[in-house]
């Protein structure tokens, strides 16, 4: 499905995220070492953590958890070189000096099946082509600013419905179990903060109605 406007779209590959837990250790000699030096030490590693603005990270305390790690960061990234380079960049601070890694684990991540389109380009797209969707699942179109949203569906083969959600959080209307590949534009009411896609009939079944508040 796609907005009015007919936008060129291409295949793309979802987007990944990597994921690492990185546990430290301190060796004792950073203990000894005096408090203006520690305090300096750690101001360091903390500018190399705040100037990445690549790297999402998130630090933890391990004292008393495990006994071969004292800290640990929770780091999310799009690539695998930007986790590296940060770590050499870690490593060589007035705190990274004194720690060693005790465990490095990677995993990788992709969208959930409620994403978010960042682009115009990517939120036209919307769900076009998708010849499967589960119950569960869906897609959210956060509008910003608001505005009158109308959708077609160019390019879909599976019945939507399709949710205008207004400035207060609540339905406006229900475009339900629009039909696949159809021209014609069903619009919401009202200006509208976003707009959420869910299998036709869908709403009926889970009882959703005009009016009801919506988070996500």
């Known amino acids: 499905m796609q907005t009015d406007t007919e936008l060129q779209t291409r295949n793309e590959e979802p987007d990944r995220q990597f994921v690492q837990y990185l546990f430290f250790k301190a060796d004792t000699a950073w203990r000894r070492l005096p408090e203006e030096e520690r305090a300096q030490g750690r101001r360091e590693f903390a500018g190399v953590i705040g100037r990445s603005e690549e790297i999402a990270t998130y630090s933890y305390s391990t004292l008393g958890l495990k006994s071969d790690a004292d800290l640990m960061l929770w780091r999310v990234a799009s690539s695998l070189d930007v986790l590296q380079d940060s770590l050499a960049l870690l490593l060589k601070t007035g705190l990274g000096r004194y720690l060693t890694v005790s465990h490095s684990l990677f995993g990788m991540t992709r969208p959930s099946v409620y994403t978010k389109r960042r682009t115009p380009q990517e939120q036209a797209r919307g769900l076009m082509f998708r010849t499967e969707l589960g119950p569960n699942e869906g897609m959210v179109f956060p509008r910003n600013p608001p505005d009158v949203a109308s959708f077609w569906m160019k390019n879909t083969p599976l019945p939507l419905d399709i949710i ?39 709403a009926a079944e889970l009882g959703i109605e005009p009016g009801d508040a919506v988070e996500w």
């Open 164 to 202: 205008f959600i207004g400035e207060d959080g609540r339905i406006m209307n229900i475009a339900a179990n629009t039909v696949p590949y159809s021209l014609d534009s069903v619009s919401a009411v009202g200006l509208t903060s976003a707009v959420l896609e869910i299998p036709g009939g869908r």
